[in-house]
C-alpha cells in the first residue's frame, strides 16, 4: 500500500527575515542596554512636582479707612511702591497733640533746671546770713561780759542766728527737692521728657503708616480690600509674589530617594510650554519629613486595617534664573522633573552653614530718623538749659 505524503513548499526567503527581525530585537536591546548603563540607571524622574514660591502679604501696622488703592491685581509693583492709602486725620491731630506735649513738657523741666539755680543761689545767701549772725553772736558774747550790752540783745542775736540756720536748712531742702525733679540729668534723659518722645515717636510712626508700601518687587494677587473699607492691623489686605525668586519642589517616592543628593544637576519641562523649554538646575535641598508627617493630624498606622502607602518627599530645585527671565513661570504650575544622580558624592542633608539675610522686605528706618530730627527741633526750641543738672 503506497501512501502519499504532501511535501510542504519551500520559503528560501523566511530564514533571512527572521534573522532581520532577531538583528533588530539585538541591536535595540543593545542600545537599551547601553542606554541603561550610561544614563538610564542614573536618571530618576518624577512629575509630580510644582513651581512654589514666596507669597508676601502686605498688611497695616494701625486700623484705619481705606481711601485710595492705587494697585490691581496682576500688576507688577517695585519694592517701596505706594499700595494703599488710610485716612490720615486721626493720625495727624494725635501727632499734633504730641509736639505740642513734648513742647510743653519739655518747657516745665527747663523750669526745674532755672529753679535749681535760683535755689543755689538763695542757700549761698543763707550761709552768708547765717554766718554774719553767727558772727554777731560771738561778738555780743564777749561785750555781755564787759556788760556793755544788755542780755537781751545777746539773746536777740542768737534768735537771730538761730532764725538764719531754719532758713538755712529749709533752702537747703528746697534745693534738694528741685535737684529730684531735675532727676539730675540733661533735658534729653528727663523721664517726662523721654515719655514724651516716645509718644511723638509712635504719633509719627502711626502717621507715617497711614501709607502702605509694596514690601518687595513682584506681582499683585489674591487683593481683598476694598475703598471705604475699615481695616484693623495685620489685616491681609493683598499679596504679592516675587516671581524672579522661585523654586520647583518634586515630590519623589521614597524608594526613588537612596541617590539623590544636593547639588545635583536636574531638568525640568514646564506642562505651560511643553518640552521645547527644559529648565535647567540643582538639587538644592531635601525636606526633613513628608507632607502627611506635617498634618494637624498625622496618620496613626499603628492599626489593625493597615495598608502601606508609599509616601513622598518634598525636593527643592533651584531654577535658572536667566531661564526665569525669558521663560517666567507661575506658582503652582505643574512640572516634569529628570535628576542626574552620576555624582553621588555629595550630601544627603544640608550641613550647618553661618547665617545670613535669604530674604529682606523694605527698609523703615528712614521714618524714625525723620522723626529724631523733629524732636529735635522742638527741645532745641523750647528748652533754655540742656544741659545736665549739677548734683
Do not use: C
Not at 500688576?75 to 511702591?81: E, I, L, N, R, W
Not at 530617594?257 to 535647567?280: C, F, H, T, W
Not at 502627611?292 to 499603628?302: E, H, I, R, Y
Not at 539675610?357 to 524732636?375: F, R
Request: aromatic share 6%.
Amino acid at each position: 500500500m503506497e501512501m502519499n505524503q504532501e511535501i510542504e513548499p519551500h520559503h528560501p526567503h523566511r530564514k533571512g527575515l527572521l534573522i532581520i527581525i532577531a538583528s533588530v530585537f539585538m541591536v535595540l536591546g543593545a542600545i537599551w542596554l547601553f542606554y541603561w548603563h550610561f544614563w538610564g540607571q542614573y536618571s530618576i524622574a518624577t512629575d509630580d512636582a510644582y513651581v512654589a514660591g514666596n507669597s508676601v502679604q502686605v498688611m497695616p501696622q494701625i486700623a484705619g479707612q481705606v481711601v485710595a488703592i492705587l494697585t490691581d491685581e496682576t500688576d507688577q509693583v517695585k519694592k517701596g511702591d505706594v499700595v494703599v492709602k488710610l485716612d490720615q486725620t486721626d493720625a495727624q491731630i494725635a501727632l499734633k497733640k504730641a509736639e505740642s506735649n513734648l513742647a510743653l513738657v519739655t518747657r516745665q523741666v527747663s523750669q526745674y533746671y532755672d529753679s535749681v539755680n535760683e535755689l543755689k543761689a538763695n542757700v549761698k545767701i543763707k550761709k552768708d546770713t547765717l554766718e554774719r549772725a553767727n558772727q554777731d553772736y560771738q561778738r555780743r558774747q564777749g561785750l555781755v561780759v564787759n556788760k556793755s550790752i544788755s542780755v537781751e540783745d545777746l539773746s536777740h542775736a542768737q534768735i537771730a542766728m538761730d532764725s538764719a540756720r531754719n532758713d538755712l536748712n529749709l533752702a537747703e531742702q528746697q534745693l534738694s527737692g528741685s535737684i529730684k525733679l531735675a532727676g539730675n540729668t540733661d533735658l534729653y534723659h528727663h523721664p517726662q521728657v523721654e515719655e514724651a518722645i516716645t509718644n511723638l515717636r509712635n504719633a509719627y510712626l502711626n502717621w507715617r503708616r497711614t501709607v502702605i508700601y509694596a514690601p518687595v518687587s513682584g506681582y499683585v494677587a489674591k487683593r481683598s480690600v476694598q475703598v471705604g473699607q475699615q481695616v484693623n492691623a495685620k489685616m491681609p489686605l493683598m499679596v504679592i509674589v516675587p516671581l524672579d525668586e522661585i523654586w520647583v519642589e518634586a515630590n519623589f517616592k521614597e524608594s526613588q530617594l537612596k541617590n539623590i543628593r544636593i547639588g545635583q544637576p536636574a531638568e525640568m519641562i514646564a506642562d505651560a510650554y511643553g518640552s521645547a523649554v527644559k529648565y535647567q538646575g540643582r538639587v538644592v535641598g531635601i525636606n526633613p519629613g513628608t507632607g502627611s508627617a506635617f498634618d494637624l493630624l498625622p496618620p496613626q498606622n499603628a492599626t489593625g486595617n493597615w495598608i502601606k502607602i508609599v509616601q513622598r518627599l518634598p525636593v527643592r530645585m533651584s531654577v535658572d534664573p536667566k531661564q526665569l527671565k525669558e521663560h517666567p513661570l507661575r506658582i503652582g504650575l505643574s512640572m516634569t522633573v529628570e535628576i542626574d544622580t552620576h555624582k553621588r558624592d555629595g550630601k544627603t542633608l544640608k550641613s550647618q552653614t553661618e547665617q545670613k539675610v535669604i530674604y529682606e522686605s523694605i527698609d523703615y528706618s528712614s521714618d524714625l530718623k525723620n522723626a529724631e530730627e523733629l524732636i529735635e527741633g522742638i527741645l532745641k526750641a523750647n528748652s533754655k538749659n540742656a544741659e545736665p543738672a549739677p548734683p
